[in-house]
Structures are given as structure tokens and as C-alpha cells.
């Protein structure tokens, strides 16, 4: 876990705060103890809380491209960045990292915003292009990493966490009462919308362009159903099964520091410590939660 922030004013040269962005990374600490950042361009500002998972050692946040005309802060896990970086590096790109995080940022210099749909991985991330002076941000298919932002025609903030939003003065702080009804009866809010009015998130699988005061979400991903384009017996679509389970979980390893597996002890979690176990040589460490107040969940008998 990372967190990102920032703002864009729409007017050129109108640069953004320094005591600003470090007070929304100041609201956002927790979500990375390992290294803090920060960029400032003509008229943007951009902030990074570092939970350090891969190239524990030059893979500070704001980075840039080549000539330092793009930058980007990001929070996730790419897992196929290693097959990009092959393809980038014959594109001619020069990286200075070994990070999944400048893989994005050359990723976007070839494809623009299409370079998400190159993406394997959970991301929310914010990339700004000095040359075009656009901001785009970015959230994963399934909206694993969250990402807020808020605009009032003038600027616009994002953020991990709506609380760095609510740091800059120039938001307004006004809650939304038929939203919380929503949150009440589903117990979470569906849609775009948060409890505070204006206060917007940044739907699974989209991306938003915001450029000359103007700003679009679009769609790049939806869950479709199709028929199949084979027909598998039970024992083929079995094993298809348990090879995607298996290559899914051996990716989400990937990383520069110690794995480990919370068990709840219900069949889901058991195998993906079965396919952790499997496909690595490193030592897999597991846990399990318990709480010994009575009517609360312990299930530290179960794992056994």
C-alpha cells in the first residue's frame, strides 16, 4: 500500500503550494512509512507515500522519463512489468530503475492512455505530461486501489484518501445527505459518489483526462460475459481453473521483501497458501487473526 495526491490548476502557471501537497501527504502517512516525495510543475503538484515492495533502493517517487517532461506517482503492483520492460527497452527507452512504476510512465509515452489496457496488476496511479500539460489519472479493472478526486472548474485535487482531498482549503467540506442514506442501506456507497458533495471516485477500470480546464472519465475495462470459445469437459475446466489460481497467486509474489499469507481458515485462503508453497522457494510465512472477547470472530481454531 502507497498513497498518492495532488492538484492541477487549470491556469498555466499558476503553481500549486508546496506547504499544500505536504499537508495532504501529512493525512496520508500511514499508508507509506518507507519514503515521502514530491514534484511541482508549472501548475501542478504532485505527492508520493512510499510502501517499498520492489527496488527497495531507487524506486523513489515522483519519477519521471528521460528528459523529466512526464511524471508520475503510483500505488499498486504491476505483475507483468518485467515482459513490458522487454518491449520498452526495444522500443529504445533508458530506465534508471528497476521498478513496475517506470514501466507505466514509458508505457504511456507509447500507447498514451491506452497503456492501461497493457496492464496486468491492482494501480491507481496519476501521470503529468509537462509537454501537453495534462493530467491522467488511472484506477485498476476491479477497483482494488482507491482514488478520489474533487474539481470546481478552476483546479482539480486527487488522492488515495479522501482526507488529503479534504486538506486543501479550497474544498468544501459540505455532506451530502442523500448519499447517506445509500450508505446506510447498502452499507456502502455504489457508484462515483462519496458523502461529500463533489467529493467524487474514479470508477474500476476508467481513467480521466483533465487538460485546459476541461475533464472526461472514460471506461477502458467492464466484466462481459460471452459463451466460451471451447466447450471443456468438467476435468479440462478443473484444471484451467486451478492454472489460472496458480499463475495468478505465483504472480502476486513478486516482490523484494518477505510474502506472506493470512489465513482465515475457510478453502480460499488454505489454497492460495497451497499455490504460494508450490510455485516459490522462498519461505511463505502465515498468519491468522483472533480475539477472544465473546460474539467476536476468532478463527484461530480453523487453520488447523
Not at 522487454?86 to 509515452?109: A, M, N, P, R, S
Request: aromatic residues 10%.
Amino acid at each position: 500500500m502507497c498513497g498518492i495526491c495532488g492538484k492541477l490548476n487549470f491556469e498555466q502557471n499558476n503553481r500549486v503550494s508546496p506547504a499544500l501537497i505536504r499537508g495532504m501527504l501529512d493525512t496520508i502517512r500511514h499508508r507509506g512509512p518507507d519514503d515521502e516525495g514530491t514534484y511541482y510543475g508549472s501548475q501542478v503538484g504532485l505527492g508520493h507515500r512510499r510502501l517499498s515492495i520492489i527496488d527497495l533502493n531507487t524506486g523513489h517517487q515522483p519519477l519521471s522519463n528521460e528528459d523529466g517532461s512526464v511524471w508520475i506517482v503510483f500505488n499498486g503492483e504491476i505483475y507483468n512489468y518485467q515482459e513490458l520492460r522487454v518491449f520498452l527497452l526495444g522500443k529504445g527507452h533508458v530506465f534508471k530503475t528497476q521498478t513496475d512504476t517506470e514501466v507505466i510512465i514509458h508505457l504511456y509515452e507509447e500507447l498514451g492512455p491506452q497503456c492501461v489496457e497493457k496492464l496486468r496488476g491492482m494501480f491507481a496511479f496519476a501521470i503529468w505530461d509537462e509537454n501537453t500539460k495534462t493530467l491522467f489519472l488511472a484506477r485498476d479493472r476491479v477497483g482494488i486501489k482507491p482514488l478520489y478526486y474533487w474539481h470546481n472548474g478552476r483546479s482539480l485535487v486527487f488522492a488515495s484518501e479522501i482526507k488529503a482531498i479534504l486538506a486543501d482549503p479550497a474544498v468544501e467540506t459540505a455532506i451530502a445527505p442523500q448519499v447517506i442514506d445509500r450508505f446506510l442501506t447498502f452499507l456502502y456507497l455504489p457508484g462515483q459518489e462519496t458523502l461529500f458533495k463533489n467529493v467524487l471516485k474514479l470508477p474500476p477500470g476508467s481513467y480521466l483526462i483533465a487538460r485546459e480546464g476541461h475533464q472526461e472519465v472514460r471506461q477502458y475495462w467492464d466484466l462481459l460475459f460471452s459463451k466460451p470459445a471451447e466447450k471443456l469437459s468438467g476435468s479440462e475446466a478443473e484444471r484451467k481453473l486451478l492454472d489460472l489460481l496458480a499463475e495468478t497467486v505465483e504472480l502476486h509474489m513478486i516482490a523484494d521483501v518477505p510474502v506472506g499469507v493470512l489465513l482465515s481458515g475457510g478453502v480460499d485462503s488454505t489454497a492460495v497458501l497451497s499455490f504460494a508453497v508450490e510455485r516459490t522457494k522462498k519461505e511463505v510465512s502465515s498468519y491468522t487473526v483472533g480475539f477472544s472477547d465473546p460474539g467476536v470472530a476468532d478463527e484461530r481454531p480453523l487453520p488447523s
